[in-house]
DNA sequence: CGATAGTCTCGTACGGTGTACGCCTCATCG
DNA sequence: CGATGAGGCGTACACCGTACGAGACTATCG
């Protein structure tokens, strides 16, 4: 009897021509098509390695560990090459925040990983693009921290909140019944559709409105 | 020779006399102590038992899955009698969502565990507590959503962001060395000493003021 | 040419995980 | 007494991340 060897599966992505079967850019974007695709709880180390068509150890020489995938994936996700300096820096920050945002909900496993410091390449870009952009607007460096900070968060909250509150009609709306049957404890939210009746871009719009208010009308 | 029968470990946390040795109550709270002492990835069923001296497979009687547990821990450490509703809305208002922040910040795997739908009571009960204020505030129905959830966001955001990066003084002198040693690319965050200066309670404070000025000032 | 030293791939194995399943004990009730 | 059901738990399974070391292939040097 002929012992053969197990035919390898052919790879879900193949690597384009010329190219090196896996490097690190490979992995990075099959992770990310994976979580696209599966969620977070889609991605192992055993089904990347599959859909790239490799062994799953092979994935290690080029990568530490999970953490790192997913690290790398994050940031991958947060590439910009924002407008060119406009003169009206408002509409500057409104734009990268609000592409950042978006960036953010077209994957939205990506919300669950932001509670891990990770600060690769691409976030620390929009950080440092949105310091200068208001510094250009002429908030001065004493303040800048606490403004890029409550930008920051503002961005983030929304997207955490967009991300888990946001997705499917049917679900909320059975969160809504739900909130309706326990009756009479919570009568203002449920009386305000709170989970049916939310315009996250619109929330997600004014607040940052208030924000860049404040920032910028005390100097 | 004598099989005897392992004996069972003493639980690290004995049942008050007279209770049931197993409940849900007990696990919870089990499980919000052995979070805080070990993380997140100190969680694992067999160590919840272990820590209430039960067999591992016990639990699942009175919880469906590990991420009941979970979301149960998460809304227990939410619990939250506020102060009497006083004359000044503001003050509560303040005072509930920073209670609210040193809430999780007190347990900081609890930030962790936010991107996941789970509305428990205490949840729910803050979310009624500030919708009740804002409107005794004076905020019209058709802005209380936007009121709600942009607050929200802000504590969400605040949250995530100090326990990501406000937790170990050796770690943020680290990054911000690595920040420096990136050189020119960033230049204005690390001019700004954006890691290390921040002063992360002022700052939750300070947007807080501009949120609720926004919120209120246009009616 | 052969030897050597990287660079990269990967099979095996280990210790861990969540939990399905079924058996056990025990209090209660008829 | 037997029946019932609540509650506890041991075993087993599929799957996970990854340590380890053996190979394949290439480049470099003597």
Redesign the interface.
Known sequence: MVIRRRSKPAPAVAPERGEPALSLQRIVSAAVELLDAEALGGLTMRRLAERLGAGTMSLYWHVDSKETVLDLALDSVLDYAGPPESQDWRNDVVHLLEDWRAAMLRHPWS??L????A?G?NM??R??LL??TL?RAGVP?AD???A???L???????T??R???G?SDR?MAA?QQR?SQ?GE?????E????LL????D???R??L???L???TRNR
Chains 1, 2 share one sequence.
């Open positions: 919300a669950a932001l509670p891990r410091r600060l390449p620390l870009g950080l440092e310091s200068r510094s460096p800048l921290n606490v890029i900070w409550t920051w968060n503002h961005v983030m909250g929304a955490i909140t991300g888990s509150f997705l679900e969160a909130l326990l404890r919570y009568p203002t939210i009386r305000s559709q709170l009746d939310s315009d996250w619109g929330t997600f004014r607040g409105d208030f924000l208010n404040g920032l």
